[in-house]
């Protein structure tokens, strides 16, 4: 893969990530008050809903690409033996797939689960 | 020992050192760091959220699992947190458009034949201002947001 | 009036590690590092070592660290550095041979690698007999010709912060030329040229601190030239463009100046 294509992504991401990131400050703060923003109700109500939890999905998914591609570029910036080069690309790519999965399970959960 | 000297590379310090630089390289060490501290936050923050559905082993939203961390997070300290986490976040952000804009080539001048003192134009057009955006913006809305979690 | 020079000494071959020895120097208005340091070598110390030529900021051959700053020694006024003594040291980034001189064998190896030529690939033939003048016009010229103002002193590729980590990196003077000869008209080489930037370690790995362009001393801009490249590889091979990479700089935009503001 080109690395025009992953550059790309990281632009796309960023853009996005200064939308959705700007969005989740002010819904966190300012257009709601920030108690009633982290109460258990307020976040609920928020999972529960299509389309603002679609865009915690999507932030979430956009901000681990962006943040760990910069990390994949710092590392390979710093040592370039074959070795770990291929570690890197791999080991990175792992450790985001698992931690959209992990925030994604979480996202589902808070969607569609039993409230206890 | 006499290898690394004479290999003379400057290593890491050589990211982080913008002393005697230019302010696009400081703005360049500040993004660096701002982005490995929000990845850092971020990966700490999905950690924490997944507590609302009881964390890794619970199975829904939980207002008992979700109570027990808030405590740990909404004091003093975790507020201070967010607050240096927003001025990360904005500066990261506002400086990273900046970037967008100018790896792009908009935010330019034309090339044009350099003249004495033969002071480069890309360092001296609008992109220079908005690296000044970046931080006051950012300072701004740590301030605020400040004010906004602690009354 | 005597001024005090602080010189970084190192003789890889017998020392363990470098150290600064102090020369003082009768100055006289207008005298330069450079200056300072033949002083040094023909009265105080034959054996320093020190790269020079033209003294006249033409030839690149002196380019060094000054109190911290990648200077060309010739250019920098004694009087222009503050009180105390002046710190000269080599270029970093680069291994060192002796004392104020490296080793630019990497620098010139990596300029070479980008194919700092005009290529013509339409008739083969031209290549190496062309049948004629090439012409530009003036507008043409205007949009590239302060890149061809490089004298391959090496100072940006030294203060390049990913050239402290990277040898991989081409550097800030490899990457302006590659950009020297994308935007040439006259070039049919951009194909190749785009494939060689769009590496893991091409161009890419610049993220415009701007400290080449800062230090160069003859006002090339690299980092405009890598932005201005960095632009043009993302639309040769972008998902959208029909014809990816046969263009040359010139032709991807219709003008190349579009978009920047005067």
Redo the contacts between chains.
Sequence with gaps: M???????LQ?VT??A??VL??LH?LMQ??LV??GEA?S?QR??SV?RSAVDAALLEVL?LV??AH??N??R??L?????EAAW?RGVNWGVLVVTLA?MG??T??VI??A????? | MADKAAANRRGVAGWLDPLHFNIERWAYVFQRVTGLAVLAYVVGHIGDTSFFVGGPFGEGPSSSSWAADLGVTENVLGHLVLVMVVLVVVYHGINGARLILAEYGLIFAKPSRPEYPYRAKSLRTVQRHLIWVAIVVAILAALYSGGLMMG | MEVSLRVKRFDPSVDVAPHYERYDVPSREGMTVLDALIYVKDRLDHGLAVRFSCRMASCGSCGMKVNGKPRLACETQLGDLGPGAATVEPMDNFPVVRDLVVDLESFFSRHTSLSPRLLRKRDEAEQESPSGEYLMFPAELESMVQFTYCIKCGLCSSSCPTASTDGSFPGPQALAQAYRYLADPRDEGGKERVEAVDTAHGVWRCHFAGTCSAVCPKGVDPALGIQLLKRHVMAATSPLSRKKGEKTGAEVFKNPNAGLVG
């Design positions: 080109r690395e025009s294509s992953l550059m790309r632009y960023a853009v990530a200064i990131v700007s400050l703060g300012v008050p920030y982290v258990f976040v609920l999972y979430l901000v681990l943040g760990f910069g990390l570029i710092i390979l910036e710093w040592r370039q080069t931690l992990y925030g399970r979480t959960l808070a569609t689960g039993q409230v206890t």
